[in-house]
């Protein structure tokens, strides 16, 4: 049987993909250090497993859940956004907790586009927003975003997109759709402003846009987290997604949520609930407790973000690649030095030569095809290994 039309131009994610070859090569021995991806190798806090451990071991935890989650979870999401974001959340009704945000991406597509309608999605951006639009069956615009313009959105380009029948595949006047805003931004780990989400709000209110901000990196290496929800007024026009696999170490957990007006919260539950059912309870009751955590987990966490990010900036020194050493979030994002084409060419380079692996910009968007992203998600130890190898490579 054939594959259904809406897989067409959907390829195996990058990363499945390079996990193959790199596995290939462990069998060959190489013992391969891979930079490339973002899940934390730290575990979570002890009260966090401890509450899944003990939870589990109660008879009367193991049944299906509440498609809306746990009262005791939605709680400490709101009391969570209220803390950190000062974003006020409606326990029962503005809260949608998912299984990891990125499931959220592909509930909130199916949920508003229609085949053909407009999303924007930002260029480089996380591949995930590209194909979950493309399976709903959106027509794509990307909206790029350059180095020289503080990778922000450029409000006159993005207004041209409103502005010019010709770039619209249908014609006339584009009115209403999705947008998909990511800050801290991955992969640049460019921080968001206030002026900003500001200028974002009153951009989504003029053009009756729909913005799913996507928010999972709020508290790496940054002291000041961020909520697009916190501008006035944003409810009328933006959801968020938020995730606790960066923030808590728990990225195998899959434990993220949608935030926004009631409406909103309901129509995504629409399709969601369609899907799966609730997550196990133990595991939203150990993220409640997760949640409940203070500034002493996140300044923890960050003290060893930051050591090693000090390493690999020494390691794309001694690359040759520049970089802006104020980023927030998992990675380095890093220009690579003008005798290499792009960052597919250093990236096969490095893992040709020295058997590690950084990714290459470019699986992010034609934008990033200069740059190279490398993940902060290993020991000091092996980045010290990486950079020895790379030295001897870049000595000879
Ligand atoms: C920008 C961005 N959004 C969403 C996700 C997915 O996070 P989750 O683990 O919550 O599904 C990632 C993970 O790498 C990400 O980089």
Not at 163 to 185: A, C, E, I, Q, W
């Amino acid at each position: 049987m054939k594959t259904a039309k809406r897989l067409e131009g959907i390829g195996e994610y990058y990363f499945s993909q390079k996990l193959r070859e790199i596995d290939e090569m462990n069998k060959a021995g190489k013992q391969v250090i891979n930079l490339g991806i973002g899940s934390p190798d730290l575990p979570p806090h002890p009260d966090v497993i401890k509450t899944l451990h003990e939870e589990a071991l109660k008879q009367n935890q193991h049944g299906y859940q509440n498609y809306k989650g746990s009262p005791v979870l939605r709680n400490a999401i709101s009391r969570w956004y209220k803390k950190w974001y000062n974003v006020d959340l409606n326990t029962d009704t503005e809260i949608l907790p998912l299984i990891g945000s990125k499931e959220g991406i592909m509930h909130i597509c199916m949920t508003y586009i229609n085949e053909g309608d407009v999303v924007l999605i930002p260029n480089p951006g996380y591949p995930t927003y590209r194909s979950a639009a493309t399976i709903a069956g959106a027509t794509i615009i990307e909206y790029k975003l350059k180095e020289e313009n503080n990778w922000f959105p450029d409000f006159v380009e993005l207004e041209k997109v409103f502005d010019t029948p010709k770039s619209l595949p249908f014609g006339g006047r584009f009115r209403g759709g999705l947008m998909f805003v990511n800050y801290p931004h991955m992969p640049t780990g460019k921080l968001p402003t206030k002026e900003l989400f500001v200028q974002l709000v009153a951009f989504a209110k003029k053009h009756n846009i729909l913005i799913c901000h996507d928010n999972p990196y709020s508290f790496i290496l940054n002291d000041s987290p961020m909520s697009l929800l916190s501008v006035d007024g944003a409810k009328d026009v933006v959801i968020e997604l938020n995730s606790l696999s960066k923030s808590h170490n728990m990225a195998g957990w899959r434990m993220g949520m949608l935030v926004g007006a009631k409406q909103k919260i309901d129509e995504v539950l629409r399709f969601k609930s369609n899907m799966d059912s609730g997550m196990f309870l133990p595991v939203q009751l150990a993220a409640a407790r997760a949640l409940e955590l203070g500034p002493e987990w996140h300044s923890e966490v960050n003290k060893v973000y930051t050591k090693r990010r000090k390493k690999i900036f020494e390691m794309l020194k001694i690359l040759d690649c520049s970089f802006d050493e104020n980023q927030a979030g998992l990675f380095v994002w890093a220009s690579v030095p003008s005798n290499f084409k792009d960052g597919y060419e250093l990236s096969d380079k490095v893992l040709g030569d020295s058997n590690v692996f950084i990714t290459p910009g470019g699986i992010f968007g034609s934008a990033g095809d200069k740059y190279v992203r490398v993940s902060l998600c290993s020991s000091e130890d092996k980045i010290e290994e990486a950079i020895n190898r790379i030295k001897i490579k870049v000595n000879v």
